[in-house]
């Protein structure tokens, strides 16, 4: 099946810093790559959408200049969160498909949990 | 805007008994998917439905499709404790491409 992994699995760092996430499809290429925010017991919110080699749709109320997203090519995407903040601190998970290659479901990564001190 | 409900949220059940879980929403889709997800995990697919009266079964979990009533519902037969997660129903609208989630029910199976 579709494999899809992400790095790190858990990042600490301290208030200000820069961290980025990568995510990686490792046996099919993405053509689209989403990421999505998960807090304690809530649900997952999907931050933006990325296809590969154009730029990044972002929801509403999501910040683009914080949130940096990359999709240079079919297997990688990278999240990073500038200048981080406790309330940054989150659950992040990355997920993709290949619409054109006849998926029809996304294919979540193992999730990344960041904690900003 | 599409919005998804599930029901219920919170779900404590004896092993051994049975219960639905329902993910009613708002637009029009034949596009709907079920995940599991373990504490501290990431989500783990469990069914993915495409078209109006779609039945899927996996062991004790089975899910089901009705586009016209716009509900789906995931049916637990017989639960055991390792049935115990959080499921989340989600849905992608036949005008778009992503998916939206309901909030999760959590479900705690007990002796």
């Known amino acids: 099946g579709a494999v899809v992994s992400q790095h790190p699995s858990r990042v600490i760092c301290k208030s200000g810093t820069s961290v980025k996430i990568e995510c990686r499809s490792l046996?099919?290429?993405?053509?689209?790559m989403f990421w999505y925010r998960q807090f304690p017991k809530q649900s997952l919110m999907l931050m933006a959408t990325s296809n590969e080699g154009s730029k990044a749709t972002y929801e509403q109320g999501v910040e683009k200049d914080k949130f940096l997203i990359n999709h240079a090519s079919l297997t990688l995407s990278t999240l990073t969160v500038t200048s981080a903040h406790p309330e940054d601190s989150s659950f992040y998970i990355c997920?993709?498909?290949?619409?054109?290659?006849?998926?029809?479901?996304?294919?979540f990564g193992p999730g990344t949990r960041l904690t900003v001190l | 805007e599409l919005k998804v409900e599930q029901n219920p949220l919170f779900l404590s059940m004896q092993e051994g008994k049975n219960y639905t879980i329902y993910c009613n929403y708002s637009t029009t889709s034949d596009r709907l998917y079920w995940y599991r997800q373990d504490p501290g995990k990431s989500l783990e697919s469990l069914f993915v439905?495409?078209?109006?009266?779609a039945v899927k079964q996996e062991g004790r979990l089975m899910a089901s499709l009705d586009t016209k009533a716009r509900l789906s519902t995931l049916h637990i037969t017989a639960a055991v404790h390792d049935l115990s997660a959080t499921y989340f129903c989600?849905?992608?609208?036949?005008?778009?491409?992503?998916?939206?989630f309901g909030k999760g029910t959590s479900l705690l199976v007990t002796p």
């Open positions: 997920s993709a498909t290949n619409w054109a290659g006849g998926y029809n479901e996304q294919f």
């Open positions: 989600a849905v992608i609208s036949n005008s778009g491409y992503a998916l939206n």
């Open positions: 439905l495409l078209s109006n009266g």
């Open positions: 046996d099919f290429q993405a053509t689209t």
